[in-house]
């Protein structure tokens, strides 16, 4: 860089220091750290600023660029240096109108943030690549920020090397909570409770081998996990799990930890009280990105009672759904009678398919399993528990909580509680998306 670029640096530096130093001086020092040590000029300005008693916090406004642990949710315009994690695209649907994003997520050495790009056309990334983002925004999403880059941010490719899947582990770098757990993430520190701890013996390429499993706990979750070697670990104990990597077991996110991680026991006490607090909502794009979970609370509109809902018959030996009283293993059986309703819920972020069972649909429409039969009987519609489901349930927003599994055709939930709130969660997602750039 020439004098004549690093200039309103210079003076940018001078402002901060105020009369102590000179603007010569300054450019001076600048075109020795940037020309000669071969420094980003975003370092040299911050270590120029930290020797001449400057404070080195102080800029960073102006040049806007922060690494991912320093984001606050609040940023109107933010410069990013990142290595791009994944790339999805999605279509969604504002205001009637569809429109392509790209979700994800993006990581530097301080930690990882998730990212969406609401201009397609002007905003390419690609997996893998080291970019810089600039005029990116953020907003916080339930205590977490999420990183948005609409019409004004701008994407350029950066040959600066990001170690970011390399980083030491147990570096606290990757810190992240249950809910984050997602598919493919590599070198995850995670603490929790441990419970349902199982030693097993396998045989892998034909030599035994112990085993140990059982579930993680957190304040946002639980997850299953396999730590595939002989570990002491204790029912109940808090864990700061280090190293390990996500692959998704059916359809929901686990924990596996290999050679080189790491089981660290925690003083009891040390994670607060995890007994008997629900997770916290997650929209449900967000419980998309990570692909699903053990243990999730979402909130929804019912847009759609789907076909199956409402009174169906079981065998009796393998609890399928019998079709004109056949069950497709053991042929002609008396069936017995179960009520369920298969819902799709949206929260203007996304949709999710959920499965009520008995209890929870007897709940739902007030009414139980005999009346139901009766009703049917009495119609003589065996449809009828179906449309008096979607007469009471279309447009009702409900949090439901429940085990969320992934597939091609996207997540679904069993659930497990559900109540209904008394917000529309659709207009309130959908305004969440109005908020941000590019919807007016
Ligand atoms: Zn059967």
Same mark, same amino acid.
């Given at each position: ?88 695209? *999605?279509? $969604?649907?504002?205001? !009637?109108? %569809? /429109? #392509? =994003?790209?979700? +994800?997520?993006?990581? @530097?050495?301080? &930690? ?87 030693? *097993?013996? $396998?045989?892998?390429? !034909?030599? %035994? /081998? #112990? =085993?140990?499993? +059982?579930?993680?706990? @957190?304040?946002? &979750? ?108 053991? &042929? ?109």
């Amino acid at each position: 860089m020439d004098r004549e670029e690093l200039a309103p640096h210079a003076e940018e530096l001078a402002r901060v220091l105020g009369e102590k130093v000179t603007k010569d001086r300054l450019l001076d020092e600048l075109e020795r750290y940037v020309n000669l040590y071969r420094v980003s000029l975003e370092w040299a300005k911050r270590d120029i600023l930290k020797k001449m008693g400057g404070d080195p916090g102080s800029i960073g406004n102006g040049s806007g660029r922060k690494s991912v642990a320093e984001l606050t949710g609040a940023e109107q315009s933010v410069d990013l240096l990142v290595k791009v994690l994944t790339v999805n695209p *999605k279509t $969604i649907e504002v205001g !009637g109108a %569809r /429109k #392509n =994003i790209l979700y +994800g997520y993006v990581a @530097d050495e301080s &930690g990882r943030v998730p990212y969406t790009v609401w201009e397609t056309e002007s905003v390419q990334l690609k997996e893998g690549e080291t970019v810089v983002i600039r005029n990116a925004y953020t907003k916080e999403y339930k205590g977490a920020p999420q990183l948005n880059l609409g019409n004004r941010a701008s994407v350029e490719r950066s040959d600066e090397v990001l170690d970011v899947a390399d980083m030491p582990a147990g570096g606290g770098h990757c810190e992240v909570k249950v809910a984050e757990l997602a598919e493919g993430m590599n070198y995850v520190v995670v603490s929790g409770k441990v419970s349902k701890i199982e030693r *097993k013996e $396998i045989v892998a390429a !034909g030599e %035994r /081998k #112990n =085993i140990v499993t +059982g579930v993680l706990t @957190d304040e946002t &979750g639980s997850a299953e996990f396999t730590i595939w070697k002989e570990a002491e670990l204790q029912e109940g104990a808090e864990v700061r799990i280090v190293g390990a990597y996500v692959k998704s077991w059916r359809g929901i996110p686990k924990l596996n930890l290999g050679d080189k991680a790491e089981v660290q026991v925690l003083a009891a006490g040390t994670l607060g009280d995890l007994a008997g607090i629900a997770p916290k909502a997650r929209t449900l794009l967000d419980v998309e990105l990570s692909g699903g979970g053990m243990d999730v609370v979402v909130r929804g509109t019912i847009v759609d009672v789907r076909e199956g809902s409402g009174l169906v018959m079981r065998c009796p030996e393998c609890r399928r759904v019998l079709q004109k009283g056949t069950c497709r293993v053991h &042929g002609k059986v008396k069936g017995v009678d179960d009520l369920r309703i298969k819902a799709i819920l949206d929260d203007g972020t996304s949709t999710m398919n959920v499965v009520f069972g008995k209890e929870l649909t007897e709940a739902l429409l007030n009414m139980s399993i005999d009346e139901a039969v009766r009703l049917t009987t009495e119609e003589r519609n065996p449809d009828a528990v179906k449309e008096l489901a979607e007469e009471r349930l279309f447009a009702r927003t409900l949090e439901v909580r429940g085990m969320v599994r992934s597939d091609d055709f996207g997540p679904m939930m069993i659930a497990r509680e559900a109540r209904a709130v008394e917000v529309d969660a659709r207009e309130e997602g959908a305004k969440l998306l109005t908020e941000l750039e590019g919807f007016e």
